[in-house]
């Protein structure tokens, strides 16, 4: 069963997949992109459970890549975001973009738009 809810964690790593794209979405390049983008580190153990979940949960698929010579002969797993994916982070950041449009103290801009007061 498809679910829609996503925790903040699990958003992050989502968006990273999307980030990175089909040929760099894999554990280590996400742990590593996680780092860099937050300034936090956080396990592979972590995110390898978030990726299963997230996959579970319907909005990844994943297929084992090539084998390389850099890492030993062995095989990684790429992870995509399938169109339920895309949508679920489509609704979440409406959602977010409704409340901080309704926040008094902030004025921002976003996509080229004003939501000053």
Known sequence: M?????GEFEEVILLLVGILGEDDAYSFK????FKDQTG???????V?????????????TSEMGK?????????KRIY????????TLEISRDFKM????QFP??????DGLNFSR
């Open 2 to 6: 498809k679910e829609t809810k996503l």
């Open 30 to 33: 996400i742990t590593q992109e």
């Open 40 to 46: 936090r580190s956080v396990s592979i153990g972590a």
């Open 48 to 60: 390898h459970s978030t990726l299963s979940r997230l996959e579970e949960k319907g909005f990844l």
């Open 67 to 75: 084998a390389t010579a850099e890492r030993g002969g062995r095989r």
């Open 80 to 87: 995509s975001i399938t169109a339920y994916g895309r949508r």
């Open 98 to 101: 409704s409340l901080w449009r």
């Open 105 to 110: 103290q902030f004025g921002f801009e976003f």
